[in-house]
């Protein structure tokens, strides 16, 4: 019997197949979010002491992103997946996946983040962490079939591609940050055909306060769905 508290690395796995067992349920529970947290006033956020978490679905660039950014403001930057690995919170593979316990990757992860400034990416970043452990999440988006390319570079399978386009599509890792760290302390910056620098770049004026946060927004779904791609992502 699978554990309630695993999920498989790189691939959004389990997040991915309960939302899509749910599909008009979660879509209208996501837009629901969305829409509270844009009817907010759009106030600006200076970052000072805490986690800056980089979240997104794989592909969207948060080890790249991270980095950069870590490098840019001068702070240690840990990536929680690889974390996860080398400190035995993997507790199995599977199909040449990590199978990742959160609860294990929690305990793990708050020694080395308690009373830090640091910059920490990984998409299981919402099931590990807590709201009041994080001081401001950037949430990487990126488009379908921008996402489908690069995933397929990396080598990934058809299934592989496809599981985790569709959880791009229908916002899971979006929808798992909201409810986790709430609205006002997320940002959303969109990687699709954009250079590095230029995501680093836009998340710097809202780390320094000279640009409001980008509350969540972005609805893939409408969008592959006026193309005619949903029997493509959801066979």
């Given at each position: 019997m699978a554990r309630s508290d695993t999920f498989r690395f790189p691939s959004v796995g389990a997040s991915y197949r309960g939302c899509l067992a749910r599909i008009h349920g979660f879509d209208k529970h996501r837009r629901?979010?969305?829409?509270?947290?844009?009817?907010?006033?759009?106030?600006?956020?200076?970052?000072?002491?805490?986690?800056?978490?980089?979240?997104?679905?794989?592909?969207?660039?948060?080890?790249?992103?991270?980095?950069?950014?870590?490098?840019?403001?001068?702070?240690?930057?840990?990536?929680?997946?690889?974390?996860?690995?080398?400190?035995?919170?993997?507790?199995g593979k599977e199909g040449g996946e990590y199978i990742i316990s959160t609860s294990r990757l929690r305990k793990i992860l708050l020694p080395f983040i308690k009373g830090k400034r640091l910059v920490l990416s990984g998409h299981l970043l919402p099931s590990v962490l807590k709201r009041d452990e994080v001081e401001l999440a950037i949430l990487l988006r990126c488009a379908p079939e921008v996402l489908e390319a690069r995933l397929a570079q990396r080598g990934y399978s058809e299934a592989k591609i496809r599981e985790n386009v569709a959880a791009e599509v229908l916002g899971v890792v979006a929808a798992e940050a909201i409810k986790a760290f709430g609205v006002d302390k997320i940002s959303e910056h969109d990687t699709t055909n954009r250079s590095v620098e230029e995501t680093v770049g836009e998340i710097l004026t809202v780390i320094q306060g000279r640009a409001p946060l980008n509350r969540p927004k972005i609805d893939w779904l409408s969008e592959v769905a006026e193309k005619g791609l949903l029997r493509k992502y959801f066979p």
């Open positions: 629901l979010s969305i829409a509270k947290g844009a009817g907010e006033a759009d106030g600006k956020v200076k970052v000072g002491n805490g986690v800056i978490a980089i979240v997104g679905s794989p592909g969207t660039g948060k080890k790249t992103v991270a980095r950069l950014l870590a490098s840019k403001m001068q702070l240690e930057y840990l990536d929680a997946n690889e974390v996860a690995i080398a400190r035995g919170a993997a507790v």
